[in-house]
Each structure stands twice: as C-alpha cells, then as structure tokens.
C-alpha cells in the first residue's frame, strides 16, 4: 500500500507468530517475530535520521563563496487562515504551499513575508514563494495538482527549477476489516502511479523545451517514503531528509500511520546541508526544514 509503511506491515504479520510464541510455547513462533520486529526496525526510514538528532550544533562553518537557501514545505489544508507570524519566524526562501484554495491568499503572505521582493506562483492549490528574485512563467502538471517553475535567485546567475506537487489523498479512515478498503487502497497506489509518470514526463516537456536545471522537488506525495511509487524517480534525486535529516521526520504526526509524506529533493550540483520537521499550530501536517547549499 502506498500510504502504509513497512514497519506496520511487520507489525501485523507478527502478531500471529507471537500468539503461538505465548499460547502454544513455539519457539519458531518467537524466531519469526523477532524476525518481523528486526525487519520493521531495518525498514524503518526515521532511524538513520534519529542517529543524527542533536547533531546541527556541531556543523562546520559554510566555506567562501557557499550560498545557501532555505526551504520549507508544508500542507495548509484545512486551515481557516494561515499562520503567518509563525511562518515568517521559520527565516525561509523558498515556501511550497500546498492546499491553498484561495490565490489572493498566496500573494498576500508572500507580500506580507517579503514586501515587494517577493516572487510568487500558484498552480491549483499548489503555491511557490520565494524571498528574492524572479520566477518565470509557471507550467501545470496533467492530472495531479502541481507547479513547475523555473527560480533565479537574487546575487546569482544560476536557475533553479522548482517543483512543488500535491498527490492524492486518502479520503477516509483505514479500515483493513472492509474489502472494498483494499481495493481502494490498490486504486489508490495505481493512481498515484499514474501521478508520478505524469510529473516525470511533465519535467522531462520543460527539460527538453527549456533547458535541464538543478532541480528542487517537494510537496505532500501522500505515500510512505517506502511506497512503490519513488521507485520511478531518477537516482539523481536525492531525498534531503533521508540525507541529511534529523528526528522522526514525520510530517503527518496527527494521522495513522504517522508517515513521512511531505518531502523534498534535490539534485546536483545542489547539495543538502541539514532538515528537520517542525510543527506550526493549527495545521494538520509539520513542515519540512531542508537547507539547500551550492558553490557560486
């Protein structure tokens, strides 16, 4: 299932091995479980990043000549109005915005957070802002909510393709005791599939018209970072907080299975420097952090 990750499909093939192991003394029983319970922690994607928590105070100053931006992610659904003092004091960039309905909205926190050198494009429900600089003319993507635009930050001659996407979403609870669940869950995964081929080909249209950028990728994919669907993505894409992140990352803590779904990524020659998820009130979904750095 693209939304559910391994870790609680370990959990579920488990429990009949430890029923056995308790009730019926067997002590292949208690091999599997303690397979399944290694086999969630392995597949867990928070671990390599709570190895890293507490480790941003000892980073290495930035060399001559690094530039560095900030950029935060976050799903604004559900929200009555945006939390515009707490957005400001998380010193952003870039913002992708997701779930927004409204475009005056956008242009009014972008206003609000960067005065008249604000850049700002909305695509559906899907908004970029940026600090500085000019955005050129932005490109929808078929079949999903979704904006491709190409950046050129203030001081610096290099564009910089951003891409923010917001996938489909579960619209109900789980219930696994529902067959007509599963089958949604599998039209679901195949819907976002098809998401996925369209973002790929809609990205590869502005390469061949426009030229190849690095590249930034982020938004609420709406799919364990396990999913079945990352499969179709470039090895050159490189998952910011995999990387560099630390803490649990999940970005939709309030939901079960709480899931890492909003992401970034980056390509070379951009390099990322650190990430963290950081809850904002009010809002159903954390954002993501990502200090992305790159040579003059």
């Not at 980056?266 to 950081?278: G, N």
Request: charged content about 15%.
């Amino acid at each position: 299932m693209s939304t559910i990750p391994p870790w609680l499909w370990a959990l579920v093939f488990g429990i009949p091995a430890v029923v056995a192991w308790i009730f019926a003394y067997s002590r292949i029983g208690l091999v599997v479980f303690i397979g399944w319970v290694v086999y969630g922690f392995v597949t867990m994607d928070s671990i390599p990043a709570l190895a890293r928590t507490g480790l941003a105070r000892y980073r290495l100053p930035l060399q001559p000549g690094f530039q560095q931006c900030r950029i935060v992610s976050l799903d604004c659904e559900e929200l009555k109005s945006l939390p515009i003092a707490h957005l400001a004091r998380l010193n952003a960039d870039v913002f992708f915005l997701q779930g927004l309905a409204n475009t005056n909205q956008t242009y009014e926190l972008a206003w609000t957070l960067f005065g008249n050198k604000a850049a700002a494009c909305q695509v559906g429900s899907c908004a970029i802002i940026c600090s500085n600089g000019e955005l050129s003319r932005s490109m929808s993507i078929p079949s999903m909510e979704g904006v491709i635009a190409d950046w050129i930050p203030q001081r610096s001659i290099l564009p910089i393709r951003l891409v923010n996407v917001r996938f489909a979403r579960n619209e109900g609870k789980m219930n696994f005791l529902l067959p007509s669940q599963w089958k949604y869950y599998s039209n679901l995964r195949s819907f976002h599939r098809m998401q996925m081929n369209s973002l790929l080909e809609s990205m590869r249209i502005r390469g061949s018209r426009i030229g190849n950028l690095p590249v930034i990728m982020g938004g609420n994919f709406n799919a364990s970072p396990h999913s079945s669907i990352f499969r179709q993505l470039d090895d050159s894409l490189i998952d910011v907080f995999r990387e560099v992140g630390s803490g649990m990352g999940y970005t939709s803590a309030s939901a079960f299975p709480a899931i890492r779904n909003v992401r970034l990524f980056v390509t070379s020659p951009l390099l990322p420097q650190q990430a963290e998820v950081r809850s904002i009130p009010e809002t159903a979904h954390s954002a993501l952090i990502c200090d992305v750095g790159r040579g003059k």
